[in-house]
């Protein structure tokens, strides 16, 4: 697990070579910190959590952003449980359309308020937030700018927020 600070109160991290690894980012704000991305397995996520509370000195996980559908972005979304359950309320998941589709269908469990969680367990609460290129959207106070990128036969997200950017895939 590598982690490089960008600025103050933003890193990223990654697994395997800078090159052809997949990473996530992490920024912290006034009203908690806003993940982009998640890895979906789950002893590197718990590292990840772990790392990031170490690096920027806290541990209030309170948002997610996506960048695309692909598992190795977002499979880590069932380990989100912690969060919400620590907030007492829903985790707002933003994300393009096709992202939020893909993970209601992927994880209806978590999703379709019919599934309830076994006795003992519990499942994330999510808040879908469909999110579209080129309008300004804000997170946890912060203006964010989603721009769009070809990957392969789907889309990809960037991020502009303040003077960081987050493009991954392409």
Do not use: C
Request: aromatic share 10%; proline share 6%.
């Amino acid at each position: 697990l590598h982690v490089q600070e960008i600025d103050e109160g933003v890193i990223r991290l990654w697994v395997g070579d800078h090159i052809s690894s997949t990473s996530i980012m992490a920024f912290a704000t006034e009203k908690g910190i806003v993940v982009i991305d998640t890895f979906g397995v789950p002893q590197i996520d718990r590292g990840l959590r772990h790392v990031i509370a170490r690096e920027l000195g806290r541990s209030d996980f309170s948002y997610l952003i996506n960048s695309h559908e692909h598992a190795d972005h977002t499979a880590g979304i069932d380990d989100l449980r912690i969060f919400s359950v620590k907030q007492s309320g829903p985790l707002p998941v933003y994300g393009p359309q096709e992202t939020l589709e893909r993970l209601r269908q992927g994880f209806q469990y978590i999703f379709d308020d019919g599934i309830q969680p076994y006795a003992g367990t519990s499942k994330p609460l999510l808040q879908p937030e469909p999110i579209e290129a080129g309008t300004e959207i804000t997170v946890a106070g912060v203006p964010v700018h989603p721009l769009e990128f070809d990957h392969g036969h789907s889309r990809v997200f960037g991020y502009r927020f303040g003077r960081m950017a987050y493009i991954t895939d392409v």
